[in-house]
């Protein structure tokens, strides 16, 4: 049974899938941005980039505010967050295997050395 923790990051690796919605989240880290800042870079026209913003705020990566006629796209971190520490949890093993291989290649120089091989 997958819990609500589960369904989030379902939803924010769903919306990290896409290269162009990475791109905009990247570009929101320097700052909020309008629509069409974030769509200036892109060969892609407003209401596409509309789309996949409106895919970023329903994962909770991006807010939408209101400053007079502005309406600014922020940047929500705390998904991202939940990634990396999802993603934490996977380095111990990582790093078990990164040990092990070193183990391994230490062995095989140790036993190249003794046959007189160079490594």
Known sequence: MMTDAGDRL???FGALADPTRRAILARLTRGDSSVSALAAPF???LPAVS??????EQAG???RGREGKWRPC???ASPIRE????????RRF??????????????MKAKGTKDGKRG
């Open 10 to 12: 379902s939803v924010t």
């Open 43 to 45: 060969d892609i026209s």
């Open 51 to 56: 789309r996949h913003l409106k895919v970023l």
């Open 61 to 63: 990566l991006v807010s």
């Open 74 to 76: 922020r940047l929500e």
């Open 83 to 90: 990634v990396a520490i999802w993603a934490g949890e996977y």
């Open 94 to 107: 990582w790093e078990q295997s990164l040990e092990k291989l070193d183990d391994v290649l230490g062995e």
